[in-house]
């Protein structure tokens, strides 16, 4: 038996078996090797609970074993089924890892075990170096796990956005009292482009750092106030934007050539679709956004009907920074950009690109 240092902090350990001589064991085991016994759980539902109480750092559990529920016939509301859907549990609401110790290695066990996420699952007979190992990565893996940074990335998030929110304002204020018509223009890019990562923040402030976020929130809320921030004076004032966007998923790498493309695409419909403020079709002057999964892939268009296109877009995309910036939109995204311009029948500008798990930043 190892000699065990006083000072040092033992890590406690629960042990959920209900075979009474396996758990008394690994008790004895856990203890040789300097560890704390915090508890013995003889049901999955014991697990959870006595984890709950007891916050050990840690738990070694057995995954064919009772419920335990209710008046012990498994039928309490909300109570595990067995080891996995306790590991599941254990993990999700505690945020304390499990170590899933069982004679059964069949795939189905396996494809649930995948499911909840144990730190390591390992199949009997196995040595006690073994155990051990799988003990001291799943304590090393959760001291690095900082508890308080999903809040901080919350926070920064949410100070990012207002420090462009506030760049924004200032923008405004620049562009209404600028008399040069092409000084306003230039700023009126420079603040749809800033309004765009304020908006990508703000749809990042209550994820993780691998969260999804609202695809549908984001685009809406970001073409509505580009719209009312471009404020189209008469004679544009006819001018409507409509919105057609589907419920999907952005990764947070995602989010931010999403808003650029957006807005590069919408303000330069508003900017140069309509200089009369009239449609080719005699009507007001329309804009739509639209959002849709296809498969794997989503495509985003912005799209008018307005005087179309004053020339070939590659061509135009040689010397236009707003063409260039959809461009490196698209990109980022890993998608495809495409325009389609008819003169007087207007312009749509598109870009395909890859959902969530089928995504790889170029930046990464």
Same mark, same amino acid.
């Given at each position: 038996?190892?000699?065990?240092?006083?000072?040092?902090?033992?890590?406690?350990?629960?042990?959920?078996?209900?075979?009474?001589?396996?758990?008394?064991?690994? *008790?004895?085991?856990?203890?040789?090797?300097?560890?704390?016994?915090? *508890?013995?759980?003889?049901?999955?539902?014991?697990?959870?609970?006595?984890?709950?109480?007891?916050?050990?750092?840690?738990?070694?559990?057995?995954?064919?074993?009772?419920?335990?529920?209710?008046?012990?016939?498994?039928?309490?509301?909300?109570?595990?089924?067995?080891?996995?859907?306790?590991?599941?549990?254990?993990?999700?609401?505690?945020?304390?890892?499990?170590?899933?110790?069982?004679?059964? =290695?069949?795939?189905?066990?396996?494809?649930?075990?995948?499911?909840?996420?144990?730190?390591?699952?390992?199949?009997?007979?196995?040595?006690?170096?073994?155990?051990? /190992?799988?003990?001291?990565?799943?304590?090393?893996?959760?001291?690095?796990?900082?508890?308080? %940074?999903?809040?901080?990335?919350?926070?920064?998030?949410?100070?990012?956005?207002?420090?462009? @929110?506030?760049?924004?304002?200032?923008?405004?204020?620049?562009?209404?009292?600028?008399?040069?018509?092409?000084?306003?223009?230039?700023?009126?890019? %420079?603040?749809?482009?800033?309004?765009?990562?304020?908006?990508?923040?703000?749809?990042?402030?209550?994820?993780?750092?691998? @969260?999804?976020?609202?695809?549908? @929130?984001?685009?809406?809320?970001?073409?509505?106030?580009?719209?009312? /921030?471009?404020?189209?004076?008469?004679?544009?004032?006819?001018?409507?934007?409509?919105?057609?966007?589907?419920?999907?998923?952005?990764?947070?790498?995602?989010?931010?050539?999403?808003?650029?493309?957006?807005?590069? /695409?919408?303000?330069?419909?508003?900017?140069?679709? &309509?200089?009369?403020?009239?449609?080719?079709?005699?009507?007001? *002057?329309?804009?739509?956004?639209?959002?849709?999964?296809? =498969?794997?892939?989503?495509?985003?268009?912005? /799209?008018?009907?307005?005087?179309?296109?004053?020339?070939?877009?590659?061509?135009?995309?040689?010397?236009? &920074?707003?063409?260039?910036?959809?461009?490196?939109?698209?990109?980022?995204?890993?998608?495809?950009?495409?325009?389609?311009?008819?003169?007087?029948?207007?312009?749509?500008?598109?870009?395909? &690109?890859?959902?969530?798990?089928?995504?790889? @930043?170029?930046?990464?």
């Amino acid at each position: 038996m190892k000699a065990v240092d006083p000072v040092r902090y033992r890590p406690r350990i629960l042990v959920a078996d209900d075979e009474t001589i396996i758990a008394m064991q690994i *008790g004895e085991l856990l203890e040789a090797e300097g560890y704390e016994l915090a *508890g013995v759980a003889a049901t999955a539902s014991q697990a959870v609970e006595m984890a709950r109480d007891l916050r050990p750092d840690l738990v070694l559990m057995d995954i064919v074993m009772p419920c335990g529920g209710a008046d012990d016939d498994g039928g309490g509301m909300g109570d595990p089924g067995d080891g996995i859907d306790a590991c599941a549990m254990i993990q999700r609401d505690l945020r304390i890892p499990v170590v899933l110790l069982s004679a059964h =290695g069949e795939e189905h066990f396996l494809r649930r075990a995948r499911r909840a996420l144990p730190s390591a699952y390992l199949v009997k007979p196995c040595q006690n170096t073994q155990i051990r /190992a799988a003990i001291e990565v799943a304590l090393a893996l959760r001291a690095g796990n900082d508890p308080s %940074a999903p809040f901080r990335l919350r926070e920064a998030h949410h100070r990012i956005k207002n420090s462009f @929110s506030l760049l924004h304002s200032m923008l405004r204020i620049q562009e209404i009292q600028a008399a040069d018509p092409q000084a306003k223009h230039s700023l009126a890019d %420079a603040g749809a482009r800033v309004l765009a990562l304020a908006k990508a923040h703000e749809s990042m402030v209550n994820g993780g750092p691998e @969260s999804m976020s609202d695809a549908r @929130s984001h685009v809406e809320r970001l073409a509505t106030a580009l719209f009312g /921030a471009q404020s189209p004076p008469p004679p544009q004032a006819g001018l409507s934007l409509e919105l057609d966007v589907e419920a999907m998923g952005l990764l947070p790498a995602q989010v931010i050539p999403c808003g650029i493309f957006l807005a590069e /695409a919408l303000t330069n419909a508003i900017k140069h679709a &309509f200089p009369e403020g009239t449609a080719n079709d005699g009507q007001g *002057g329309v804009i739509r956004v639209e959002l849709h999964a296809s =498969g794997a892939q989503a495509e985003l268009s912005i /799209a008018d009907n307005g005087r179309g296109l004053a020339g070939d877009p590659v061509e135009l995309g040689r010397n236009s &920074f707003g063409l260039q910036c959809l461009q490196a939109a698209a990109e980022q995204l890993e998608g495809r950009m495409s325009i389609a311009s008819e003169p007087g029948r207007g312009a749509r500008v598109t870009v395909l &690109f890859p959902l969530c798990l089928a995504y790889q @930043s170029r930046s990464a």
